[in-house]
């Protein structure tokens, strides 16, 4: 299959790798059973997580590994999950993604994995304190085109 | 970085799902999504059309966790 990124796209993205201090995995759940996108997805990320050393991928099938789909509340294909760390400590912080990450969203995944890679969100103060408060859980699901 | 990424990377409380919506069309008529970007907040309690600031997704929150303590 051709490749998803050209030689230039490769090297910017390298060059915004350079940054990154932790590793971070992707963790792509498929699904045999139903899922259009799901083989460009995993060639895409294949391609980005060659980009860093810092970078692993995992994939995964919903159906077949339902019992780690549900650990990481995934129910749908193509649906990624960006943890930090990697093998056995992969920490989970609540970022998802479901599916193709292209277009608009492929430079949100480029910065997500960098982000959560340097564990700095950059968010304000009063923001970090209200969600330091927080007593009971929020589930925000971000809703968007890839124009 | 989506804002919800950055929250979630804050708090072990947050979890935040970027759906693509012209893949989930089920998923868009289930929660009424009229524009995109739409956050939805817990399910549905709030619903935020367009790219908003930090501040405002805040207080959306606020609202959304106020309505169902019911206070």
Sequence with gaps: MEGFLDNSLKKQVRLVFEDMKEPVTILFFGSAAQCEYCEETIQLLTEVTALSDLLALEVHDLDEESELASRYHVDKAPGLV??????????????????????????????????????ESGLSEETLVFLAGLKEPVHLMVFSTPT | MV???????????????????????ELVGRHNVSGVPQTTI??????????????????????????????
Excluded: Q, W
Excluded at chain 1, 83 to 97: H, K, M, P, V, W
Excluded at chain 2, 50 to 58: D, K, R, S, T
């Design chain 2, 3 to 25: 804002l919800a990424h950055r929250m979630a990377l804050e708090s072990p409380l947050v979890e935040a799902e970027a759906i693509e919506a012209t893949e989930f069309r």
């Design chain 1, 82 to 119: 960006i943890g930090g760390g990697r093998g056995e400590e992969i920490i989970d912080f609540g970022i998802r993604y479901y599916g193709v990450p292209a277009g608009s969203e492929f430079g949100a995944l480029i910065n997500d994995l960098l982000t959560v890679s340097k564990r």
């Design chain 2, 42 to 71: 817990n399910h549905g309690a709030r619903d935020v059309v367009g790219a908003v600031p930090e501040h405002y997704l805040v207080a959306e929150i606020e609202k959304a966790l106020k309505k169902e303590s019911g206070s």
